[in-house]
């Protein structure tokens, strides 16, 4: 399993940015598709986007699409998620996660999880 940790949460007015990452010490962090996914209060935890071990293919979910944009430096070890135009309704803990096989858009596939960073979007 990855140990992962999530940064860069906090609180934005709507219609403004913030950028989270995600590091890891694993050195085959390259091998891994990797996921970003997001939990509201009192809702289930969603898919918001993922990327391939090398970063040339990303998936997003509906909600985010054309304002969220999910990239990696695999030198680095890092995942990043760049989030515009940011809405009351973003307002979530955000979790990266590392894909171990399955439908991306299924909590099931994946096997390492972050602790969340905290995303607060005020209207």
């Known amino acids: 399993q990855l140990q992962l940790e999530e940064s860069g949460g906090g609180l934005v007015q709507a219609g403004g940015s913030l950028r989270l990452s995600c590091a890891t010490s694993?050195?085959?962090?390259?091998?891994?598709?990797m996921a970003w996914w997001r939990q509201a209060p009192g809702k289930e935890r969603e898919f918001v986007a993922a990327?391939?071990?090398?970063?040339?293919?990303?998936f997003y979910s509906d909600s985010v699409k054309g304002r969220f944009t999910v990239s990696r430096d695999n030198d680095n070890r890092t995942l990043s998620l760049q989030m515009n135009i940011l809405k009351p309704e973003d307002t979530a803990v955000y979790y990266c996660?590392?894909?171990?096989?399955?439908?991306?858009?299924?909590?099931?596939?994946?096997?390492?999880w972050g602790q969340g960073t905290q995303v607060t979007v005020s209207s």
């Open positions: 694993r050195r085959t962090f390259s091998h891994y598709d």
């Open positions: 996660a590392a894909f171990t096989g399955g439908p991306y858009y299924d909590i099931r596939s994946y096997g390492s």
């Open positions: 990327i391939v071990g090398n970063g040339r293919t990303t």
